[in-house]
């Protein structure tokens, strides 16, 4: 290979084949619901084995996870033995959060490749990246350099029996003219390798409406961050079904979106974390799913 350019064009090659009828047409909406372990960042590092169990008995299936290095895995364990803790409790992770700042400066693989093996040992399905450092994101040239890189990783994970995802904040929205980065990001990815995980309490948070973006990019949004907006400080989160964001309705439109893991997320606590994610936990069995 003798350029980038010419790996961008084997992500072309790769999805040349795909069926043209997109397969969301056809899935089923998540009907289980997932936890962001980051949400219990506090809890985690000081008992592991506790916390994953009292995921699994506040009713979620799924988790999602963050942090990972090949130095230190996941809170200490390597990627085999916290697949086993999760399997002890009942528990899969579908996706995690790994840091893709490296790759997206230089394309370097080596990192990728140890989170790809690591993902795989899980299960997984989604490598997501969960963040975008600012120096990347000054300007329209480097949003179509994230995409760009956004696909090579796609080319990677794919080839490995994964696919890559795109969390969003609220910077992606600022506007560049006419467009914004988050659109940007969206044309300028193959969709056969690149998903977006929507964190809705985001979109929301900077005036944009969910279902508009799924109208038009269907299919695009596989994995939601269902997290509530507190009904008086819009910049903190709330046990879900108990802010300003109506979840019940945008399920509505999952099928749509290509939803197929709801991931619960909460960042800041007003009671003890884990009544609160049990909470959230039974209002999206209850009323949403």
Known sequence: MNSRRDFIKLAGLA?????????????????????????????????????IANVAKAGYKEVETYGYSAKDGYWGLDAKAFKAL???????AP????GMDKFITDGNQEELKTYIEAANILGSSHITVPYLGDNLRKNEGDWKNVAD???????LCKAAGLKLGYHNHNFEFVKYGETTGYEM???????????????IYWVVRSGNDPVKLFTEFPGRF???????????DNTINTEVGTGTIDFKTLY????????????????????????????SADYVKKSIL
């Open 15 to 51: 999805a040349a084949g795909a069926a043209i009828t997109p397969s969301f047409a056809f899935a089923a909406p998540a009907k289980v619901v997932g936890l962001q372990l980051y949400s219990l960042r506090v809890e985690l590092p000081k008992d592991l084995k506790g916390t």
């Open 86 to 92: 999760l399997s002890e409790n009942g528990l899969t």
């Open 95 to 98: 996706s995690g959060h790994y």
């Open 149 to 155: 890189r956004l696909n090579e990783a796609g080319v």
């Open 185 to 199: 990001m969206l044309k300028g990815t193959d969709p056969n390798l690149v998903d977006f995980e929507m964190d």
């Open 222 to 232: 596989p994995m939601w961050h269902v997290k509530d907006m507190d009904k008086v």
């Open 252 to 279: 509505k439109s999952a099928k749509l979106a290509g939803l197929k893991h709801l991931i619960v997320e909460q960042e800041n606590f007003s009671m003890d974390a884990f009544k609160s994610i049990k909470q």
